[in-house]
């Protein structure tokens, strides 16, 4: 059942977004060869506990840690460790936090380093990827144009769609109906409604969409291994049309901030 959102309730979704944003934005001025995602984790964390937030990651389904960090082929779910970043590294950076009940979820790949022009371009298209499912995000639609225009834009360019995990609704649970896959068809699925309230999360694969688990019963990578990319930003449905509650505008500016130093 799919539990539609008041305007009073986005917009405590808006505050969660943003503090996991935030916190991604902090993190992207860390990013760089020779950090270990647990120092990651570890100021992820506790930026989120000074916002009167709850990592919305730490215990869920008994996951360990704050932030789910997952490099190069590693799709999503990765364990943070104590592995120094290398340069030409992509890292995947997908983080949570409970605000007054609700939460955020977003995640960015950030570059580590220089990386190769071939992953820059997987870059690229699954952020236009990620910008093209939110459009799609209209009362006049339903959820199968959503994974349609992911799809599409993605297959064109000769990547994978991951079909094994899939987005979701979003509120006071972190996985609530409906599922939001990354490929579909047109006018299939649920009719999108004012106060539907998703996380829209776009994981393309250089080569193969097919993936495995890792034994550690979490880390997802690709089953070719090559790399992969995600995106994620979470949408509510006002007035017919997509507003995005998160932004990349943190990320944004401390990179820049960056290539300035």
Not at 53 to 75: H, K, M, R
Not at 86 to 98: E, L, Q
Not at 99 to 113: C, I, N, P, Q, W
Request: charged fraction near 25%; glycine fraction near 10%; hydrophobic fraction near 35%.
């Amino acid at each position: 059942m799919i539990l539609y959102k008041s305007a009073e309730e986005i917009e405590i979704m808006r505050e969660a977004a943003q503090i996991v944003s935030r916190t991604l934005g902090i993190l992207a001025s860390h990013i760089e060869p020779g950090v270990t995602p647990l120092e990651l984790d570890r100021i992820a964390e506790e930026y989120i506990r000074s916002q009167n937030a709850i990592p919305g990651f730490l215990g869920l389904y008994d996951f360990p840690n704050t932030l789910c960090i997952s490099l190069n082929e590693q799709v999503v779910h990765g364990i943070p460790n104590d592995t120094p970043l290398k340069n030409g590294d992509i890292i995947s950076v997908d983080c949570g936090a409970i605000y007054k009940g609700y939460y955020g979820d977003h995640a960015y790949t950030f570059e580590v380093g220089e990386v190769s022009s071939e992953v820059k371009k997987l870059l690229s298209v699954t952020l236009e990827c990620l910008q093209l499912g939110i459009e799609a995000t209209k009362t006049e639609n339903r959820i199968g144009d959503i994974g349609f225009a992911i799809q599409q834009h993605a297959e064109k360019n000769g990547y994978g769609v991951v079909r094994d995990l899939v987005g979701h609704g979003l509120g006071k649970t972190m996985h609530e109906d409906p599922q939001v896959p990354n490929y579909g068809t047109k006018g299939r699925g649920k009719k999108i409604k004012n106060g539907l309230t998703i996380a829209i999360e776009p994981m393309i694969n250089m080569g193969t969409e097919k993936v495995i688990q890792l034994e550690d019963h979490w880390t997802i990578v690709t089953a070719d291994g090559l790399p992969s990319a995600h995106f994620e930003h979470d949408v509510a449905v006002v007035n017919g049309k997509p507003e995005i509650l998160s932004t990349f505008k943190y990320i944004e500016d401390a990179l820049e901030m960056n290539k300035k130093q």
